[in-house]
């Protein structure tokens, strides 16, 4: 059973920057690949971006490529989101999720086993 625990969530204004983490029980976290996914209000939960066991594959959703960027400290257990450019509509909860036994990143929220408690992240206009 791997625990992921998120943080760094906030209020920032349009334009600002902020960078999630998420903490991870094990060390086999090493071995999995990663995601974040987001959830507004009253909207399904969407894929952001997600990184391989390695950190050497990433990809992210069209609405934050050139604003986000996912990254891992495997020696800490530890995923990262540096989210720069932040825009009202990135208002969510955001989660972080693991995909226990691949290696491989994926992008829809039923290939990942694991999931965080999410943080929120609130931009004011």
């Known amino acids: 059973q791997v625990q992921l625990v998120e943080s760094g969530g906030g209020l920032v204004q349009a334009g600002g920057s902020l960078r999630l983490s998420c903490a991870a029980s094990?060390?086999?976290?090493?071995?999995?690949?990663m995601g974040w996914f987001r959830q507004a209000p009253g909207k399904e939960r969407e894929f952001v971006a997600a990184?391989?066991?390695?950190?050497?594959?990433?990809i992210y959703a069209d609405s934050v490529k050139g604003r986000f960027t996912i990254s891992r400290d495997n020696a800490k257990n530890t995923l990262y989101l540096q989210m720069n450019s932040l825009k009202p509509e990135d208002t969510a909860v955001y989660y972080c999720?693991?995909?226990?036994?691949?290696?491989?990143?994926?992008?829809?929220?039923?290939?990942?086993?694991?999931w965080g408690q999410g943080t929120q992240v609130t931009v004011s206009s």
């Open positions: 094990e060390r086999t976290f090493s071995m999995y690949g």
């Open positions: 999720a693991a995909r226990a036994g691949y290696s491989n990143y994926a992008t829809r929220s039923n290939e990942y086993a694991y």
């Open positions: 990184i391989s066991w390695s950190g050497g594959s990433t």
